[in-house]
């Protein structure tokens, strides 16, 4: 384990030191493009590790799970103090608060949580293989989402050189196409007025090997006067070391953080109106925050939950905006409206906190003591106390991320007496990730835990099996249930026949339903503000989009009714029963999704003992079910990008492997050696050993990745055979469902 070598320094800088020298920043990249590697070499410089070790210790990788797959999975924090060799020895350190980032699709949200506490992210890419998925995704995360200024390492140059022989000419021709292709994505993303495209005259760029340990930019080949041949007489000579020693890696990577990251002060002006709402910017509070002002109001963010895999204990990791964060302090949860006192302050250390009794802004903390979702605000309990209505208190907005829970599998205690037990542990898990889902199976007494993939869910599940042992199911599909066109309007009555409900149902426009899903709308949000959003954003005429009741999981419910009595003693009932409508669909009992539910007529017994929840959610639910069937509804599977580079030959292979699992063809292109065939692809083949068929076909030498690309109905043809099969597994009734088990609840005037 890294200890760290000078802590009292660390709390000096963050508590006393010039915002002017400090960088927050991520490492990120595609799986395996040497993120973790390449930290070791700015551990390394900061006197954490023996130079020989640099490269090989992957030091960031603490978990047992890390080193034993050699993956990153969770994000790792770090504080090192530096010297800019540039600079007089006597002149203040910089301080670099690290957070090393995941690279699988597995853990994306590892990515988007850690950008969130970001001002600026050094984006790796592999030589060889270039621009894969996961490195556009990033580039959108950084850079579109949350804001985050680039700098790049291409890395792995080594391999051109020593595996590739390329001519010195052919592999500047590589990475200016490396260059060229990161910087299309950047110009696209980049905050208007902006120029973050980066530039290898510039020394925005650096070129090296992890492996090798050496590296150098624009300005460091000038400083040592030497030209980039050198790098390849140095391979032919087999003088590797050399170049770790008079161009190290480390050097490089400080320079272009210190030159061309943003500091805390800069990077939350360039940031904070895109990511924190609820805020008057003209306000001592609005300038404090875009000041990063330590002496301001409080507000700060929690980004990241780690919890020990072996103490179980969790730690709440984020940053602080604006104003100052102290031990003892009581902080109130924006969100889940709950106070709770800092018992325990400091920064993390990789895995150890180092205690402090003060975090100022600009800077991450981590507090230990309590547990909450990731992606949670906070201020003072006592500014809380001066808002009226909390949902006024200004916020961060959600965490956007790349990917949806497509996958299931059951988990079930092996002593049933443990249910509820394995509620709370799997609930603590999901506050740590909060990409995946669970909700239990009322009829079955089992846990559904949904994920992005495979891997996600295989991790989770062996952390709730050291806490509470289970049976897990296989891998499955979650699928969505979708209506393409406007269904009839139903009137529907209650069991006792006392209420009454008039609805239709229709497609949400996709715009509104990626706002729901994104949490740009959501139900804590006032309706003054949700129907700016919706008017501004997705053309909605403001006074519907005012008359909103609930926006759940990409669904809408609108009170498209007038003058109606006592809606407010059912209204808890039909947003209940919408969301459980929601949870599970008609077809196949599969989460519904861009559905646009609007009541116009209700009639609500005046007597309460005839309006109880059993009566009016037996209503809504009918009329929603009868509405979504008569809309025309389909099943929708998840797609996946494929993004495969194979080598010139092999392509065929890759073609038909695509083919042979439901895959289409969007792109063939040459890349080099190299042919890169993009396209579509079912995520249920994923489990079906498509990886290994690609392998197959080109003696194990293609790189392939896959990115979410959304929901795609399932082929005509195929349709029905999978939602038999869905409701098959679920013991359900093997038909189609045509309403008649609701009809019995449709009002008719006599």
């Not at 980032?101 to 050094?122: C, M, N, W, Y």
């Not at 590296?215 to 390849?232: A, D």
Request: charged share 30%.
């Amino acid at each position: 384990m890294v200890k760290v070598r000078n802590p009292q320094e660390i709390v000096d800088m963050v508590q006393k030191g010039s915002y002017a020298k400090k960088r927050v920043f991520s490492i990120v990249a595609h799986i395996d493009h040497g993120k973790t590697t390449t930290s070791d070499f700015l551990l390394k410089r900061a006197g954490l590790m023996r130079p020989e070790d640099a490269g090989a210790m992957q030091a960031m990788d603490s978990d047992d799970e890390e080193q034993a797959r050699g993956i990153t999975i969770f994000t790792s924090v770090v504080l090192l103090a530096f010297n800019d060799n540039r600079q007089p020895e006597d002149e203040e350190a910089y301080i670099f608060q690290i957070n090393d980032t995941p690279g699988h699709l597995s853990f994306t949200g590892e990515v988007s949580r850690a950008l969130r506490t970001s001002d600026g992210a050094i984006l790796l890419v592999d030589a060889l293989e270039g621009m894969m998925t996961q490195t556009e995704t990033n580039i959108r995360l950084s850079v579109g989402n949350e804001k985050c200024k680039p700098v790049v390492f291409i890395n792995k140059v080594d391999r051109l050189i020593s595996e590739l022989r390329l001519e010195p000419a052919e592999v500047y021709k590589r990475v200016d196409e490396i260059i060229n292709d990161v910087n299309n994505l950047i110009r696209e993303l980049q905050p208007e007025g902006s120029s973050w495209t980066v530039d290898f005259a510039k020394s925005q760029v650096a070129l090296g090997s992890a492996k090798h340990g050496w590296g150098f930019t624009m300005e460091i080949l000038k400083q040592n006067n030497i030209k980039p041949t050198f790098v390849f007489e140095k391979y032919n000579e087999g003088d590797i070391d050399f170049l770790r020693k008079n161009l190290p890696l480390d050097e490089s990577l400080l320079r272009m953080v210190i030159d061309h990251l943003p500091d805390p002060i800069t990077g939350s002006k360039l940031r904070m109106k895109h990511i924190v709402s609820g805020v008057d910017w003209d306000t001592e509070f609005g300038k404090s925050i875009l000041n990063s002002d330590p002496k301001g109001e409080l507000l700060g963010m929690i980004a990241k939950v780690f919890i020990d895999p072996k103490s179980f204990r969790p730690t709440l990791i984020g940053r602080v905006f604006s104003g100052s964060l102290h031990q003892g302090d009581t902080i109130y949860l924006v969100n889940q409206k709950k106070s709770y006192k800092v018992k325990r302050l400091g920064v993390m250390e990789i895995t150890d906190l180092l205690d402090m009794d003060m975090v100022p802004a600009g800077n991450l903390f981590a507090v230990f003591g309590f547990i909450c979702p990731s992606g949670e605000s906070f201020v003072r309990k006592e500014y809380a106390e001066s808002y009226e209505n909390k949902d006024d208190i200004p916020r961060f907005e959600s965490i956007k991320y790349s990917c949806e829970a497509v996958v299931s599998r059951s988990i079930t205690p092996i002593d049933p007496q443990d249910l509820g037990k394995l509620g709370e542990v799997t609930s603590k898990w999901l506050m740590a990730d909060n990409t995946a889902k669970f909700s239990l199976n009322k009829e079955s007494k089992e846990y559904v835990l949904s994920g992005i993939d495979p891997l996600q869910i295989e991790i989770l599940t062996k952390r709730i099996n050291k806490q509470v042992k289970i049976k897990i199911g296989e891998p499955i599909i979650v699928y969505r249930e979708m209506c393409t066109d406007k269904g009839e309007l139903y009137y529907t009555k209650s069991p006792n026949g006392h209420n009454r409900m008039k609805m239709y149902i229709e497609p949400l426009d996709p715009v509104a339903t990626k706002l729901s899903l994104d949490g740009e709308i959501n139900e804590m949000m006032d309706r003054k503000t949700m129907g700016k959003i919706l008017r501004e954003k997705a053309g909605w005429d403001a006074k519907e989009a005012r008359k909103i009741w609930d926006t759940y999981e990409g669904n809408l419910l609108v009170d498209g009714s007038k003058g109606l009595q006592r809606m407010d003693r059912i209204k808890s009932a039909v947003i209940d029963a919408f969301r459980s409508f929601c949870e599970h669909g008609p077809l196949a009992k599969e989460p519904v999704m861009g559905v646009k539910a609007t009541f116009t007529d209700c009639t609500v017994h005046s007597d309460p003992a005839h309006t109880g929840f059993g009566e009016i959610a037996t209503m809504v639910n009918a009329n929603l079910a009868l509405g979504f069937l008569s809309a025309k509804p389909k099943m929708f599977e998840p797609i996946q990008h494929a993004d495969i580079k194979t080598p010139n030959g092999t392509e065929g292979g890759i073609i038909k492997v695509l083919t042979q699992h439901r895959g289409i063809i969007g792109d063939i292109l040459p890349d080099g050696a190299y042919m890169r065939v993009t396209g579509k692809l079912p995520a249920s083949e994923l489990s079906k050993g498509i990886a290994d068929d690609f392998r197959g076909a080109t003696q194990g030498r293609a790189f392939f990745g896959y990115q979410f690309a959304g929901f795609e109905a399932i082929p005509r043809a195929i349709m029905e055979k999978y939602i038999m099969e869905i409701r098959k597994r679920k013991e359900m009734t093997e038909q189609m469902p045509d309403g008649s088990n609701f009809k019995r609840f449709i009002y008719v005037r006599t």
